[in-house]
């Protein structure tokens, strides 16, 4: 599970989410489907884009040109998990269960900040779309390379979801910045805006998406590990190699053992057939 906080992919955040809001529709103008892809919050499944605008737009009360109004959030599971949760609930109720996981994130992020009055995210406004495809641009290697054109979809499971959260609270009244870096060094700084520990957010949020669908993730699809071996140190990243080692001979013995059981099974029937072909 790979989620990111940014300033936003259109534009800037200093002004109107009109722009991201516009391109963030890009998949309904492309498929020009008869039954478009709504936006969605705790509150509702079908929220319009100008409501999504309007409602970010209007919640900046006292924040200057300069200040940042909104900031967007991706959640972005793997391959991996996205098959997982397909073969669990279908194609249809993949969707519905990932948006219903997109909540629980947003409310794990309101009670990241610490504050009195934000504690779930009932208490923050924010506006979730799902999106089904990726699409390479002009960082991608491949299209430096000409390989691909720019603007084709990428291949395998994309299905990830966009979030634009306003800077303030769901009363106007007070600020929330999910890039403040103070951690309680800057204590004036902290309670004004609200401490929030992204590395405490996406692990929250990784253990949130194993528990609601009983995921059984492996070492090396956590946070923890492409974290550690991206800003790990030494002996943190020889302690990962150790567990990571730990893990495999622990999977190995389990399979073993289901194997054994299996034979054993399998022997016990063999077993009975033959004693109750003995007494016919």
């Known amino acids: 599970m790979h989620i990111n906080i940014t300033t936003s992919e259109a534009g800037n955040n200093k002004g109107s989410s009109g722009q991201l809001v516009s391109y963030l529709e ?10 478009p892809e709504y936006w ?3 509150q509702s499944l079908e929220i319009q884009p100008y409501e999504v605008r309007r409602g970010i737009d209007k919640n900046v009360a006292k924040l200057s040109k300069e200040e940042a109004k909104f900031f967007l959030i ?25 948006k219903d996981y997109a909540n629980q994130v947003m409310d794990e992020y309101a009670k990241n900040f610490k504050k009195e009055f934000v504690r779930g995210n009932q208490d923050i406004l924010y506006y979730g779309k799902l999106e089904h495809h990726r699409y ?21 499971e994309q299905m990830h979801i966009q979030v634009i959260v306003s800077r303030k609270d769901i009363t106007d009244s007070i600020r929330l910045s999910p890039l403040n870096n103070s951690r309680g060094r800057n204590v004036a700084h902290s309670l004004k805006v609200g401490q929030f520990n992204r590395v405490a957010f996406k692990q929250t949020a990784e253990k949130q998406f194993d ?6 993730r492996e070492l090396w699809e956590t946070f923890r590990f492409a974290n550690t071996l991206k800003h790990g140190t030494y002996e943190q990243k020889l302690e990962l190699k150790t567990d990571e080692k730990k893990e495999q001979e622990l999977k190995k013995q389990q399979k073993q053992e289901l194997l054994q059981q299996g034979k054993q099974e399998q022997e016990k029937q063999q077993s009975h057939k033959q004693s109750h072909g003995f007494r016919m």
């Open 74 to 98: 991706n959640i972005s599971p793997s391959e991996h998990e996205i098959r997982f949760l397909k073969a669990q609930f279908g194609k249809e109720g993949a969707r519905q269960q990932f």
């Open 136 to 156: 390479y641009n002009h960082k991608d290697e491949e299209v430096k390379q000409g390989l691909v054109k720019r603007g084709k979809p990428k291949p395998g």
């Open 40 to 42: 969605f919050n705790q």
């Open 211 to 216: 528990k609601a669908f009983d995921y059984d």
């Open 26 to 35: 890009k998949e309904n103008r492309l498929a020009n489907v008869m039954e």
